[in-house]
């Protein structure tokens, strides 16, 4: 569920994202953590929102970044894609490539007729 919190001061919200990475680090299921470049994964948001993507870089030289991922991704709000962190506690299950291709496809095609 979304949820939003105001802050006082930039060291209030430093100190916030801090504590929500750590709350998203201590979730991180194995295959979660192992998920690595040119891998693709499903995300099921609670509103129901799919979201899918791909791994394009990773940010293993950086410890406080280690369950990041950048990622290209696709979804009903995004059908052109978006490149963007992906915190890898929020992936809901791996995709194949093949299937990643389909629904790329899928949007494209969505978005040349008008649909989204």
Same mark, same amino acid.
């Not at 006082?8 to 430093?14: A, D, F, G, H, Y």
């Not at 950086?62 to 995004?78: D, G, L, T, V």
């Not at 052109?80 to 995709?95: I, K, L, N, Q």
């Not at 299937?99 to 389909?102: A, Q, S, W």
């Given at each position: 569920? @979304?949820?939003?919190?105001?802050v006082?001061?930039?060291?209030?919200?430093?100190i916030?994202?801090r504590?929500?990475? #750590?709350?998203?680090?201590?979730?991180?299921?194995?295959?979660?953590?192992q +998920?690595?470049?040119?891998?693709c994964?499903?995300? @099921? #948001?609670?509103?129901? @929102? #799919? +979201?899918? /993507?791909? %791994?394009?870089?990773?940010?293993?030289t +950086?410890?406080?970044?280690?369950?990041?991922? #950048?990622?290209?991704?696709?979804?009903?709000?995004?059908p052109? /894609?978006? %490149? /963007?962190? %992906?915190?890898?506690?929020?992936?809901?299950?791996?995709?194949h490539r093949a299937?990643?291709?389909?629904i790329?496809?899928?949007?494209?095609?969505? %978005?040349?007729?008008?649909?989204?």
């Open positions: 569920m @979304l949820s939003i919190e105001t006082e001061s930039i060291e209030e919200l430093v916030a994202q504590q929500a990475i #750590e709350s998203a680090d201590a979730r991180v299921k194995a295959w979660q953590r +998920i690595k470049v040119g891998e994964f499903w995300i @099921l #948001e609670p509103d129901g @929102l #799919e +979201i899918f /993507g791909e %791994v394009i870089s990773d940010y293993n +950086i410890p406080h970044r280690r369950n990041f991922r #950048e990622c290209r991704c696709y979804s009903a709000a995004c052109e /894609g978006e %490149v /963007g962190d %992906v915190h890898v506690a929020t992936m809901t299950a791996r995709m299937d990643f291709e389909l790329k496809r899928l949007f494209k095609m969505a %978005v040349d007729e008008g649909y989204l």
